[in-house]
């Protein structure tokens, strides 16, 4: 079976701290993970991806993640808050090999203090 | 513009009534899916369909049907409607170019 754990149902920051929103996964072999962010009332955008390759991924707004094997995590970081980043995050897997159904985390609902 | 097309946006049911959530994508993909969020839950899945022609259950199926009409358009329908399924629906596809979604239907069943 396969699943996918966010830890922190609720997260704080103060604008311009860094951030790291915490994944793990359960899954006996090397998934696909997504990181899909969520503002109120929207839909959701993707903000990267690994499927392979260089654990360190790169991806919009600023965001990057790593994949980490050993700990089966694949944690969400930026360097500095922005007012605009608070919404949900939701981290996601996938079983790979070719792309099937989605496996999302609970979500993790940042707040950002000015 | 190419995407996943969701119908409608939001929409209010009586306890009992049916109705049909229309998802139509014009990426060519194979795959579609039917999710729904709840607060706190994440996205679970409801339905998919690996290719035209084909359905199978997911997550959470219970008090849902779905039909792949052709290789486009994928409907979710609610034949008796029940307070448990108020929730955000969101339609899915996948390709060689990864994931879409819908932009969500919003139901209340009241």
């Known amino acids: 079976a396969q699943s996918v754990t966010q830890p922190d149902i609720h997260i704080t920051v103060s604008e311009g701290a860094s951030l790291e929103l915490r994944c793990n996964y359960s899954?006996?072999?090397?998934?696909?993970l997504f990181w899909y962010v969520q503002s109120p009332g929207q839909g959701l955008q993707l903000l990267l991806k690994?499927?392979?390759?260089?654990?360190l991924v790169q991806g919009i707004k600023g965001f990057e993640a790593e994949f980490k094997r050993s700990q089966s995590s694949f944690n969400l970081r930026k360097p500095s808050v922005h007012w605009s980043d608070a919404a949900e995050y939701f981290c996601?897997?996938?079983?790979?090999?070719?792309?099937?159904?989605?496996?999302f985390g609970r979500g993790t609902q940042l707040t950002v203090w000015p | 513009n190419a995407g996943v097309t969701q119908t409608p946006k939001f929409q209010v049911l009586k306890t009992g009534q049916s109705m049909t959530l229309q998802c139509a994508q014009d990426m060519n993909h194979n795959s579609m899916y039917w999710y729904r969020q709840d607060p706190g839950m994440g996205l679970r899945l409801i339905y998919y369909?690996?290719?035209?022609?084909?359905?199978d259950k997911g997550e959470v199926p219970n008090g849902y049907n779905v039909s792949r009409l052709n290789k486009r358009e994928f409907s979710l329908r609610l034949e008796s409607a029940a307070p448990s399924q108020t929730s955000v629906y969101f339609c899915?596809?996948?390709?060689?170019?990864?994931?879409?979604f819908g932009s969500g239907t919003r139901l209340t069943v009241v």
């Open positions: 369909s690996a290719s035209e022609g084909t359905t």
């Open positions: 996601a897997l996938d079983r790979g090999s070719t792309l099937g159904r989605l496996y």
């Open positions: 690994y499927f392979s390759g260089d654990t």
């Open positions: 899915a596809s996948t390709g060689w170019d990864g994931y879409t």
């Open positions: 899954y006996g072999a090397t998934p696909y």
